[in-house]
């Protein structure tokens, strides 16, 4: 068990549906991301929060917009996706720290998307 | 803008033997390099990392990496190689830049490891 969890794990949506996935780490982490994972392609950071704000976008479409209420909690809202949108998402927490130390990220099970 | 390669997408290894995974990497400040596995249907996992000291870094489940500085490479190792240890590997690297910023972490493609009976 990694400390992250994700639900749901796996999840089927049409183009017109709205759904949320919902991401929590157990860790105590001040960081959270969003990455998205195609087949032979490689990981794509989405966005990235520190202390509660969104501090990475990159260049992310608008149909999917990301909340983190707290730092423990990570959601990611879903809007007329498009099926290329299918893919495995994946949340990661991390504790950022100043003065140079990098830390690992810990990652989530991921939610399977499928978009019809 | 950092980058990383991993030019292989499969290793093919029988159990037993010894096992090697490339990755190269590509920074203009200091390099922080990871290794990932990811087995089906589960997230990353986190195997080992490189902030500096020792070129040689240990990790979990008996792997290792070897950081070389002149040939920008971080190639991950295991002397006997399990069936378990089937599964995708990812190698990243987080730039440090002098100012001691981070930037974020940048993944390889990965290399999906096949290990024999």
């Known amino acids: 068990e990694t400390g992250v969890t994700q639900t749901p794990r796996h ?3 049409g183009m017109t549906n709205k759904k949320s996935l919902k991401c929590e780490q157990h860790l105590g982490h001040n960081a959270m991301y969003w990455y998205k994972q195609s087949a032979k392609k490689p990981l794509e950071l989405m966005f990235v929060y520190s202390l509660e704000e969104r501090v990475e976008n990159n260049s992310v479409p608008s149909r999917f917009s990301p909340e983190c209420p707290n730092s423990s909690h990570l959601f990611l809202h879903l809007h007329t996706l498009q099926p290329e949108d299918s893919a495995l998402y994946l949340c990661a927490s ?3 720290t100043t003065g140079g130390r990098v830390n690992e990220q810990f990652f989530g099970p991921g939610t399977r998307l499928t978009v019809l | 803008a950092q980058s990383v390669a991993q030019p292989e997408d499969q290793v093919n290894v029988a159990e ?7 990755c190269t990497y590509s920074v203009s400040g200091n390099p922080y390099l990871f290794w990932y596995v990811q087995y089906p249907n589960r997230g990353l996992q986190f195997l080992l990392k490189y902030i500096t000291g020792d070129n040689l870094v240990k990790g979990s489940y008996g792997f290792e990496a070897e950081f070389n500085k002149s040939q920008t490479s971080f190639h ?3 002397p006997s190689a399990l069936v378990s240890d089937s599964a995708l590997y990812f190698c990243a690297v987080r730039e440090v830049n002098y100012g001691g910023s981070q930037g974020n972490l940048i993944f390889g493609k990965g290399t999906k490891l096949s290990v024999k009976p």
Request: no cysteine; aromatic share 0%; hydrophobic share 40%.
């Open chain 1, 11 to 13: 999840l089927v949506m």
């Open chain 2, 16 to 22: 037993g033997n010894p096992l090697t995974v490339k």
């Open chain 1, 94 to 96: 991390s504790q950022d």
């Open chain 2, 76 to 78: 991950l190792k295991k």
